[in-house]
């Protein structure tokens, strides 16, 4: 069977358990339907880019499920006829990650790649892409004429 991702997001006034019942709710229906979850992750509450439905705020759940396609379909189906349930993405994917995704885990832990600390920031005139923009001080063109700080009657 093909493999899902789903993260959805829940309003902010619920509770967690509420929430997490939600993940138990949508579980059963992809069990009916002959799928299974592998994994779930309860986010918590999160503060999101923009409003939706008046909210800023609101839970979130990631999913990780082994279903066939009628099962998403009715499962995505009552997602987005539950009224608890602002908004809902589907992702099919290859294979299922091992390990806690990437929003559980703690900032420290994420690789940050090869970035230099910023004490191996070299000075902004040593930087290669900036070139010396010189004295641009008295021999600039004239630009028209001199207002000597009056304003001209428009007629």
């Known amino acids: 069977m093909p493999l899902y991702e ?7 006034d619920l509770s967690n358990t509420q929430a ?3 993940i138990e709710h949508f579980g059963t229906v992809l069990a009916d339907n002959g ?23 609101g ?6 499920t082994d279903a066939p396609a009628t099962a ?5 189906r009552l997602m987005r006829l539950h009224d608890d349930v602002m908004r809902v993405l589907t992702i099919k994917v290859d294979e299922h990650v091992a390990g806690p995704s990437v929003q559980m ?8 790649g090869d970035r230099p600390d910023r004490g191996d920031r070299p000075d ?30 428009r007629r």
């Open 59 to 64: 839970h979130y759940a990631l999913l990780r």
């Open 20 to 22: 997490e019942g939600l």
């Open 6 to 12: 789903h993260v959805f997001i829940s309003r902010q």
């Open 72 to 76: 998403v379909q009715e499962m995505e």
């Open 35 to 57: 799928g299974t979850v592998v994994d779930h992750e309860y986010w918590g509450v999160k503060t999101m880019a923009y409003k939706i439905n008046k909210n800023r705020k």
């Open 124 to 153: 902004r005139g040593d930087r290669p892409d900036r070139g010396d923009r010189g004295d641009r001080g008295g021999d600039r063109p004239d630009r028209g004429g001199d207002r000597g700080g009056e304003r001209r009657e």
């Open 105 to 112: 885990q703690k900032r420290d832990d994420r690789d940050r």
